[in-house]
C-alpha cells in the first residue's frame, strides 16, 4: 500500500480558540477544490501540547511541522506541500537559535515531558516479565550483584542525586548510608505505596504499569544495605496494583530473580506485600511501620529515624514508589545521565498528577525545574471555557497555593517550600476564577481534621481550630481577628506537632492567606464567601481523576 | 521445591534480546499490527475493557489473526481514556484517545486495514521513549525529546 498523507490539524482547546476549526475547513475545502480529497486525509487531532506556537498543522509521512497557522495560510499549505510536496519554508518550525527548520526528533522541547519513570508505563504489559526484562529490566540488579559493590551504588546514587519523591526530598543515598552502617544483622527495605493525597494517582499508575520496576529497585537497596527481605506497604483500596505486584513477586521468583541466590551472587532477597486499611497517616513513615507490625498506625517521635532503627526495631530503608521505580535507570544509564536532567538542587523528572481546571488533564513526568507556566500553559492546554487561571495547589492536603504572578518559577523542592507550597507527592490541582480559595482551604482542612491520627494536640485540636474558623468564612461570618487567629494557630501546629502530617496540615489555609488575603477580606464585608461553594465542590469532583 | 539453578546475567541478556526483538517497534514480530490497550485502573474505568473485546471480536471477525492485541498500563493522557495505540510497519505508533467499542471497530476497518485516521480520536504521545536511540516513536514520527537532549536543554 503506498503510504498514506495525512494532514493533522490540532484540535486542542488553545489553538480551536486560535482559528484551527477554520483551518481545518480550509485546508479540507481546497484540498477538494483541486480534486485531492481522496489523496490526503485531513484529521482533527487531539492537543499536541505546544500551545504557545498553536495553531500547529502537521503533515505526514513529510514529518513537517508548522506553527502559528493562519486561515489565510492554508492554501499555500494546500498548494505547495500536500499538492506539489513543497514544504512551506516559512510556517516551519525553527527551533530558537537554529538556521534550518526543524522536523522529527530534532524539536528538542516540543514534547516537554521526558519519561524516566515512567519508562515503560503504556509500553509494556506489566503483568509479563518478559516484556519488562525485554526492555532491559532486571539488567541493573544483575549489573549490580555482579559488578558492583554496596558503596559503587551510592555513588551512583549520590552522583545522580536523586531525592525522595515522597514530598521531603531528603537525599536517597544518604538514606541507604545510614541503614548500610547499622550493625544489625537483619535489616528491611519497604516501599511506600500509601498514596493518599487527593488527587494524586502516580504510585497507583507506576505499579500498575511497571511493577517490576518497583521490585528490581527494592532488591538493588537489599543488597546495598544488607537486607534480604522487602514489604510493599500498599493500601488495598489499590487492587489492580495489587494484583500485579503479586504476579510480578511470583514471576520474578519462578526465574530466579527474586528468592535465594539471585544471579548466583549469594545474595537473596524476598519482597511481600502488606495492606494498609487507606488511613492517610500511614503514608508518614513511622506510622507506616506501626502499621506493617500489626499496630494502630499513629506516628512516633523521631530520631531514632527508621534508616536506623525502624521496622521491629531494625535498620530500615523507606522509600516512595516513584523514587525506586527510577533507580533502575539510573544504575543503567549512570548517575551523571540522571543528574544532567533536571535543576541543580533538584535533578531528574518528576511525576506531577494535573488535574482540577485543566484541559489536558492526566499524568505527566516532566524534568525538575519547568516552569508552572509550561505544565498548565504547554503540556496542561491551559484553563477550559476561556477561564482565567486563578492558582495551583501542589502538595495536596500539606502544600499550598501557588499563583499567576509566580507561573514562571522553576518548579523544584526548594523554589515550591519557599512559595510556601511543598512537592508532596507531585499532585497539582488546577483551580480557575471560580474557585473560591476559602473553600479549598477549608476542603484540605477538612481532609486533614479527618485523617489526624488524634496522638499529638496540636494537631488534633488546631486542626479542628481553623477548620472551624475557615467554616465561618465561607458563611461569611468570619471576623477581622480571625485571619490572624487562624495564623497563630497554624503556627503552633508547625511547631508542636509530632508528625509530617500535622505539621503540614496548616498549609493550605496559611497559603491561602498569604495569597488571597483580600477573599477572606471580601468574605466579611459581603456576608459570603466570594463566589460562593466553587472551589471545594471543584477540588472534591476533581480529586479522584485518574 | 527442586534445586533450581541460578540465572545469570548472560542468560537475562539472551531473554532480553530475544524478547527486544519481539517487542520491536519498527517491525511488529511478523504481526502487521500490535494494538496496545491502556489498563491501568482509570483506563478500565473508562471502559478499556469494552474496548478490549470490541478490538478482539472485530480482530476477528475481519479475519485478522496476524494483529496482536495486547494490554499496558496508563499511557500518562488520562484525560482522553480509554486510549489505544497501535504500531505498524507504516508509521510511528498511533494513539487514539476517547476510544468506544464503536471507534474500536473503526481502528481496525478504518485504520489497521485501510489506513485512514480517525477524526477527533487522534491524541499525541505523551513523550518519546527513552531508549529509542533515534528518539522517533512520538505520535506520527514528529517531536519527540530525547531523554539525552534534555539535558542540554536546560543549558539551553
Partial sequence: MAQSVFCLVCGGTACESS???????????????????????????????????????????DESFYVQVTPEDTEEIVDEHLVKGREVQRLAYKEPGAETISRGHQISFYQKQVRVV???CGFIDPESIDEYIGRGGYEALGRVLSDMSADEVLAELETAGLRGRGGAGFPTHKKWRFTKAATDT?????????????????DRSILEGDPHSVLEAMAIAGYTVGADQGYIYIRAEYPLAIERLQMAIRD??????????????????????????????CGEETALLKSIEGDR?????????PAVKGLWGKPTVINNVETLAGIPVIITKGGEWYARLGS???????????????????????PMGMTLRDIVFNIGGGIPDGKAFKAVQTGGPSGGMITEEYLDTPIDFETLQGLGSMMGS???????????????????????????CGKCVPCRIGGRQIQKLLERFSKGQGRPEDIERIETIGNWMKQGSLCGLGTTAPNPALSSITHFRHEYEASMSTGAAEEGAGGEQAAKNEAPAG | MAERKPMTLEELRKMRREKESQLGRREASGSTAVVTVGMGTSGIASGAKEVMTALADELDAQGLSDVQLRQAGGFGAQSAEPTVEVRTERRAPVLFGYVTPEVAKRIVTEYIINDRLIENHVIDHPAADMFDADGGSGAHGTGPARADDAGDEKEA
Avoid: H, W
Fill in chain 1, 186 to 202: 537483619q535489616k528491611y527495605v519497604v516501599c511506600n505505596a500509601d498514596e493518599g493525597d487527593p488527587g494524586a494517582y502516580m
Fill in chain 1, 252 to 281: 520474578a521468583e519462578a526465574i530466579g530473580l527474586l528468592g535465594d541466590n539471585i544471579f548466583d551472587s549469594g545474595f537473596s532477597f524476598r519482597v511481600e506485600l502488606r495492606y494498609g486499611a487507606g488511613a492517610f497517616v
Fill in chain 1, 118 to 120: 515512567l519508562r515503560n
Fill in chain 1, 344 to 366: 541543580e538542587t533538584s535533578p531528574g523528572t518528576k511525576v506531577f498528577a494535573l488535574t482540577g481546571k485543566i484541559n489536558n488533564s492526566g499524568l505527566i513526568e516532566v
Fill in chain 1, 297 to 305: 498506625g499513629t506516628p512516633v517521635q523521631r530520631p531514632p529515624y
Fill in chain 1, 426 to 452: 507531585g499532585g497539582m490541582i488546577v483551580m480557575d476564577e471560580d474557585d473560591s480559595m476559602i473553600d479549598v482551604a477549608k476542603f484540605y482542612l477538612s481532609f486533614n481534621v479527618d485523617e489526624s
Fill in chain 1, 19 to 61: 482559528d484551527s476549526d477554520t483551518i481545518y475547513k480550509n485546508i479540507k475545502t481546497q484540498l477538494a477544490g483541486r480534486g485531492f480529497e481522496e489523496s490526503v486525509q485531513v484529521v482533527k487531532t487531539g492537543c499536541f501540547g505546544f500551545c504557545e506556537q498553536g495553531p500547529i498543522v502537521k503533515v505526514l509521512p
